[in-house]
């Protein structure tokens, strides 16, 4: 995991995977949006509001923020609220000290009224103090079914950003960078096999590069298709 704010006021460590930075994002089609998170790192700061369908890279690209800002000094958090709604809306008390507070899965908001107020709180809070929230959501402010109206204003106040969804030419790119950063690589071949006969996911698709990782390492074979069957269920090992 990344880098965490820790101290007594934080009700939780809220972490960040260091591999989800911006130079493993594939930008293609949203390279606006990778734009402006790279530069986070400087002023003049701005809060921004995320959206696109699953698979388009809001989480990474939330995650790629905290470690931009954080590289340049500033303390940041990543708040996955699908991980920390059913908890206390405590968690975010002090937040509101850091340069950056990211948070994920705005979806998850509605029907929770003590955590609307929460966000609405925080938010003002850390922009009274200067700092920069970064959401995400799967759809714009008004269409979330939140109850505190003040809450969507805030939100329609930031800087909106539309991820677009992956299609196979930035998955072929994501596969690649995926493998090549574990010191693999992957054949055209295979390539166009696993995108053939996988999901179409791209947490999928990354959970799957992890088993042929392992298994790799293990056997110490290339990435043939061949291997990447016996590795998947599909045929015996060759």
């Given at each position: 995991m990344g880098?965490?704010?820790?101290?007594?006021?934080?009700?939780?460590d809220f972490r960040w995977s260091v591999a989800a930075d911006l130079a493993s994002f594939v930008p293609l089609g949203n390279e606006q949006a990778v734009a402006t998170v790279a530069?986070?790192?400087?002023p003049p700061g701005q809060s921004l509001?995320?959206?696109?369908?699953?698979?388009?890279?809001?989480?990474?690209?939330l995650q790629a923020a905290c470690g931009r800002v954080s590289e340049v000094g500033g303390p940041a958090v990543y708040v996955p609220l699908v991980e920390h709604i059913r908890g206390p809306v405590a968690q975010l008390d002090g937040l509101e000290g850091l340069?950056?507070?990211a948070i994920d899965d705005l979806d998850c908001l509605a029907g929770r009224d003590d955590w609307q107020e929460g966000v609405f709180h925080l938010y003002n809070r850390l922009r009274d103090a200067g700092g920069l929230m970064v959401v995400s959501a799967s759809a714009a402010p008004a269409a979330l079914g939140l109850a505190l109206p003040d809450l969507v204003s805030r939100l329609e106040s930031l800087l909106r950003l539309r991820l677009t969804a992956a299609d196979d030419d930035r998955r072929r790119r994501i596969l690649a960078g995926a493998v090549a950063r574990r010191g693999l690589d992957l054949p055209e071949a295979s390539t166009e096999y696993l995108l053939r006969h996988e999901a179409r996911d791209l947490g999928h698709l990354?959970?799957?590069?992890e088993r042929l990782d392992a298994a790799s390492l293990q056997a110490g074979r290339r990435l043939t298709v061949p291997f990447i069957k016996s590795v998947l269920g599909d045929q015996p090992p060759a």
């Open positions: 880098n965490s704010i820790s101290g007594a006021q934080l009700a939780l530069a986070l790192g400087g509001y995320l959206t696109g369908p699953p698979g388009s890279g809001r989480s990474h690209l340069s950056l507070v990354m959970a799957v590069v």
